[in-house]
């Protein structure tokens, strides 16, 4: 029996942001499967990945083709179907994301208070659970503005696994470190992705060889998306 696809991109997919597309063939992610997308080596297409995370995290629309999660097309989705489906996703992103006037532990707990069933005393157990498993403890109490940018994506990526959704979307390397050895978040995630219930895909602005071969090493793969421009030339005056 074969596994229904967690993405699927049945006539691939086109991004356009300010005059250039992002072109992708068409491809299918199930669980247990890990996606690296990144530009041509030489580019930097931080617009373009960051549209394409979007329109992998039902937030964003695509030029052409049809972004099927879980199943479902997601343009053809209304407001309260979209956040069901948003329960599903775990989604990082590359700058921000947190809520500022909220505590690490409160930006943790608050996917639990909207989309989990569960009492008090087992939303904080999972709270802790993860600010042990993402190696955060310390940061519980602090807000945003007080972190840098390698603790924001560790809070981020622990929020973004709470729920143990089936679908993660990344913007972002993290805090990865350069080096072939596994970071805390990275660890983490990892570990969640290796049971096998859910797929992944990262998006990246730039090409990262090293990045590349460290995820390659760990069972995902890489796919270079083509860019072009949509700016038609100027004609000269005659």
């Given at each position: 029996?074969?596994?229904?696809?967690?993405?699927?991109?049945?006539?691939?997919?086109?991004?356009?942001?300010?005059?250039?597309?992002?072109?992708?063939?068409?491809?299918?992610?199930?669980?247990g499967?890990r996606?690296?997308?990144?530009?041509?080596?030489?580019?930097?297409?931080?617009?373009?990945?960051?549209?394409?995370?979007?329109?992998?995290?039902?937030?964003?629309?695509?030029?052409?083709?049809?972004?099927?999660?879980?199943?479902?097309?997601v343009?053809?989705?209304?407001?309260?179907?979209?956040?069901?489906?948003?329960?599903?996703?775990?989604?990082?992103?590359?700058?921000?994301?947190?809520?500022?006037n909220?505590?690490?532990?409160?930006?943790?707990?608050?996917?639990?208070?909207?989309?989990?069933?569960?009492?008090?005393?087992?939303?904080?157990?999972?709270?802790?659970?993860?600010?042990?498993?993402?190696?955060?403890?310390?940061?519980?109490?602090?807000?945003?503005?007080?972190?840098?940018?390698?603790?924001?994506?560790?809070?981020?990526?622990?929020?973004?696994?709470?729920?143990?959704?089936?679908?993660?979307?990344?913007?972002?390397?993290?805090?990865?470190?350069?080096?072939?050895?596994?970071?805390?978040?990275?660890?983490?995630?990892?570990?969640?992705?290796?049971?096998?219930?859910?797929?992944?895909?990262?998006?990246?602005?730039?090409?990262?060889?090293?990045?590349?071969?460290?995820?390659?090493?760990?069972?995902?793969?890489?796919?270079?998306?083509?860019?072009?421009?949509t700016?038609?030339?100027?004609?000269?005056?005659?």
């Open positions: 029996m074969t596994a229904e696809p967690i993405l699927d991109l049945p006539q691939g997919l086109s991004i356009e942001v300010q005059n250039r597309r992002a072109t992708l063939p068409p491809l299918q992610l199930v669980a499967q996606l690296l997308l990144t530009p041509e080596v030489g580019l930097a297409e931080t617009q373009l990945a960051v549209a394409l995370a979007r329109a992998f995290g039902s937030l964003g629309g695509a030029a052409e083709g049809t972004v099927q999660l879980l199943g479902q097309p343009s053809s989705l209304n407001y309260i179907e979209l956040l069901r489906l948003r329960a599903r996703l775990g989604y990082v992103q590359g700058r921000g994301g947190l809520l500022a909220r505590t690490v532990r409160d930006n943790l707990l608050l996917p639990l208070s909207i989309h989990a069933q569960l009492l008090a005393v087992e939303e904080h157990a999972r709270v802790d659970a993860q600010l042990d498993a993402f190696d955060i403890r310390a940061l519980a109490d602090l807000r945003p503005h007080q972190l840098d940018r390698e603790q924001q994506f560790a809070v981020c990526a622990a929020r973004a696994a709470i729920l143990r959704p089936q679908w993660y979307v990344l913007e972002t390397t993290g805090d990865f470190s350069g080096t072939l050895e596994t970071t805390p978040a990275w660890r983490a995630l990892l570990q969640i992705w290796q049971e096998g219930a859910s797929a992944a895909v990262l998006c990246l602005s730039r090409a990262n060889p090293l990045f590349e071969q460290w995820m390659i090493g760990q069972g995902a793969t890489v796919q270079r998306w083509q860019t072009t421009s700016q038609r030339p100027q004609q000269a005056n005659s």
